[in-house]
């Protein structure tokens, strides 16, 4: 079974300042996507890596890839009220149930607050 | 272009009863997952259609089950409900064949048992 843990669980920041977010697993992935979700909402795609070491900017967001394509991070520059949510990474395999279906898996989640 | 939709949004339910949670994925999109997401356990994969046949399937009992339809639409149903099975329940869609399968999320369901 694939896990992937998330750390922090839990981040409470002021406004302005630069926070990391990391993504871990033991094992590989063929892709890795970061989601945000708001409270009663479902996730929102935010990006999709691919390739080990691949680094996305998107705005004051950047994402990156670890070589070995088992771990990313999410680094926020000068963090503002509106990247409150919570964010999930999920990484993406061929299911081992073949029939051309690819899975999921997901962290439990980032709880971010950005304090104004 | 539309996003995912679900219906309905909210629903409350007694244990013992059953339940049918519908998704309508983005045009296009042939590729229809379902996932159950609790505080506790974060987001889990239910199952995964395409083309009206289930082509994987996560870890949860028989009682969870689903169908999808000619127009890609899709149902699930939670037969003989438990409190656990209060939960936020996500349907997303994504475009077959693409390299990474970003999924698209609808809204949710949230269901809450008695």
């Known amino acids: 079974t694939q896990l992937l843990e998330q750390s922090p669980q839990f981040l409470s920041i002021q406004e302005g300042e630069n926070l990391t977010v990391y993504c871990n697993s033991s094992s590989v992935f063929s892709s890795l996507q970061w989601y945000r979700q708001e409270p009663g909402e479902g996730p929102v795609l935010l990006v999709t890596?691919?390739?080990?070491?691949e680094v996305k900017k998107l705005k004051r967001l950047t994402f990156q890839f670890g070589d070995a394509r088992k771990d990313s991070s999410l680094h926020i520059t000068a963090a503002q009220p509106g990247d409150t949510g919570l964010y999930l990474c999920a990484g993406g395999d061929h299911s081992p149930s073949g029939a051309g279906s690819y899975q999921l898996t997901f962290g439990k989640g980032t709880k971010l607050s950005v304090i104004p | 272009k539309a996003g995912v939709t679900q219906t309905p949004r909210y629903l409350i339910k007694t244990r013992g009863q059953q339940v049918t949670l519908s998704c309508s994925p983005i045009s296009g999109h042939r590729s229809v997952s379902w996932y159950q997401q609790t505080p506790g356990q974060g987001l889990q994969f239910l199952f995964e259609?395409?083309?009206?046949?289930?082509?994987n399937k996560g870890n949860f009992p028989g009682r969870f089950s689903g169908r999808q339809f000619s127009n890609s639409r899709s149902e699930m149903n939670v037969s003989t409900l438990e409190l656990g099975d209060s939960a936020l329940y996500l349907c997303a869609s994504s475009l077959a064949g693409s390299v990474s399968r970003e999924q698209y999320f609808g809204p949710g369901t949230r269901l809450t048992v008695t």
């Open positions: 259609y395409f083309s009206e046949t289930q082509r």
């Open positions: 890596v691919v390739t080990g070491g």
